[in-house]
């Protein structure tokens, strides 16, 4: 499937991909992982698995629990990114279960200036369902 770029609510462009194609990108040792799901996530069903050599695999919980459901506290979040990833310029794929986190996830990472952000619209289910390799807790 090809490469699809998205406009979001604040007008940015981020790439959306599917699972397979963000796995060849992490072959290449350039790009770093970002999980947005939950720790509880994590432990549940596992992680993508990706390459030693690469810039890894990174967790940080985008959307927690609020008064009113889910909520994304974008600046909490960005401020423990930035602590990961102080490069503007560090390529960063964003996942989280079924592509909807992670959208937002990317939206406020270009907001904020990183300019190598692509999004995997499929989300970890895709991920399994494509076949592609899983770390378990």
């Not at 991909?17 to 290449?28: D, G, H, I, K, Q």
């Not at 401020?79 to 560090?90: R, S």
Request: proline fraction near 7%; charged fraction near 25%.
């Amino acid at each position: 499937t090809p490469q699809r770029p998205r406009i979001g609510r604040t007008g940015m462009r981020f790439t959306s991909v599917p699972s397979r194609n963000a796995a060849a990108m992490l072959e290449t040792g350039e790009w770093a992982y970002l999980d947005v799901r939950t720790d509880e996530e994590h432990r549940t069903v596992g992680v993508p698995a990706v390459p030693e050599y690469g810039a890894g695999l990174h967790c940080v919980t985008s959307h927690v629990p609020g008064p009113m459901g889910m909520a994304f506290d974008q600046k909490a979040w960005l401020e423990k990114v930035e602590g990961i990833f102080p490069d503007k310029q560090q390529k960063i794929i964003v996942g989280c279960k079924s592509g909807v986190r992670s959208k937002a996830a990317a939206e406020t990472l270009e907001s904020a200036g990183y300019t190598e952000v692509i999004e995997v619209d499929d989300g970890f289910m895709g991920w399994v369902a494509s076949g592609l390799p899983v770390t378990r807790p």
